[in-house]
């Protein structure tokens, strides 16, 4: 499976970005999606995470209410939309796969597949 993240870019608190991921390469509909990122000298953090109908969706407690994530299985592609960005929300922003239609995992131990990831800068 490939996965390829865009839509990253410099964006000024408060405005909204849409990152999207495109699966390929023997990706199923039933595989669990999931956003995850990291910023200089920080860890990689669980953004949102959607299951492979969309029926279950969860979210960072850092995000929550102001982000929201989405699929297209007819597309194979996923989507962040971010909105009311903050600075703090700076960070490379990676997609990923969990093969299986389980629930949302936030462990990205649990992923089998990553994309490159995508820069999202906001700026004060």
């Known amino acids: 499976v490939q996965l390829q993240a865009s839509g990253g870019g410099l964006v000024q608190a408060g405005g909204s970005l849409r990152l999207s991921c495109a699966a390929s390469g023997g990706f199923s509909s039933t595989y669990g999606m999931a956003w995850f990122r990291q910023a200089p000298g920080k860890e990689r953090e669980f953004v949102a995470g959607?299951?492979?109908?969309?029926?279950?969706?969860y979210y960072g407690e850092s995000v929550k209410g102001r982000f929201t994530t989405s699929r297209d299985n007819a597309k194979n592609t996923a989507y962040l939309q971010m909105n009311s960005l903050k600075p703090e929300d700076t960070a490379v922003y990676y997609c990923?796969?969990?093969?299986?239609?389980?629930?949302?995992?936030?462990?990205?131990?649990?992923?089998?597949?990553w994309g490159q990831g995508t820069l999202v800068t906001v700026s004060s």
């Open positions: 990923a796969v969990l093969v299986g239609p389980g629930r949302v995992r936030t462990e990205s131990y649990e992923y089998n597949y």
């Open positions: 959607i299951n492979w109908n969309g029926s279950s969706r």
